[in-house]
């Protein structure tokens, strides 16, 4: 079935700095999401990618959505402690959405 | 407010206990689904249903029930639950399903 890798695990990072993490799948998917938990909460819809090169920016964040519509990365500049949590990207194909295993983040002030 | 409520939040239970987790949406959304969260491993999808009355298996099914008898109530049952169902778990639904997917607040179950 379809898997979904993503990479880093773990991301520690000094306040200011900035990260990318990288998310990969086995198969072509027609969408992919991202979503953000919370240390203790529930994962949040961020944003959904269609198109094949796509990419959108929500203030500090930026998304990509590869070509060949089987990666993508999720870019945060100056990270702040507000950007703590772990971040999933999800693959959708068929009405299945299937989750990576999340990059979390810890941010030093 | 939109919003999906899974009850309830902590459970903790014995082995072989039949027990249900609760799930209903107020957004009119035709998906929901069922996900379990595990360290390590992200959310694995348990069930999903794409409108009333029709369900389909997701990854790991074995071991859990669902039903979609209205469009906003979609129950998970665990007939006969087992220490290696010990997660949390979370509900969700999508207006399409192929759109972003809204999430309950999650179920802390214990099976001991």
């Known amino acids: 079935g379809q898997q979904v890798m993503q990479i880093p695990q773990y991301q520690h990072v000094q306040e200011g700095e900035d990260f990318t993490t990288y998310c990969n799948s086995s198969t072509t998917l027609s969408n992919i999401q991202w979503y953000k938990q919370r240390p203790g909460g529930h994962p949040v819809f961020l944003i959904q990618?269609?198109?094949?090169?796509e990419v959108k920016k929500q203030k500090r964040l930026t998304f990509q959505f590869g070509e060949a519509k089987k990666n993508s990365s999720l870019h945060i500049t100056a990270t702040q402690t507000t950007d703590v949590g772990t971040y999933f990207c999800a693959g959708s194909n068929d009405y299945k959405l299937s989750f990576g295993a999340g990059t979390t983040v810890t941010v030093r002030a | 407010e939109a919003q999906v409520t899974q009850n309830p939040r902590y459970l903790i239970t014995v082995t072989g206990k039949k027990l249900t987790v609760t799930c209903s949406q107020n957004m009119n959304h035709e998906y929901m689904s069922w996900y379990r969260q595990d360290p390590g491993l992200g959310l694995r999808q348990i069930y999903y249903?794409?409108?009333?009355?029709?369900?389909d298996k997701g990854d790991v099914p074995e071991g859990y029930k669902v039903s979609r008898k209205e469009k906003r109530n979609f129950p998970l049952i665990l007939e006969s639950p087992s220490p290696n169902q010990t997660s949390l778990y979370f509900c969700?639904?999508?207006?399409?399903?192929?759109?972003?997917?809204?999430f309950g607040s999650g179920t802390r179950l214990t099976v001991v």
């Open positions: 990618l269609v198109k094949s090169g």
């Open positions: 249903s794409m409108n009333v009355e029709v369900t």
């Open positions: 969700a639904s999508s207006f399409t399903g192929v759109y972003g997917y809204t």
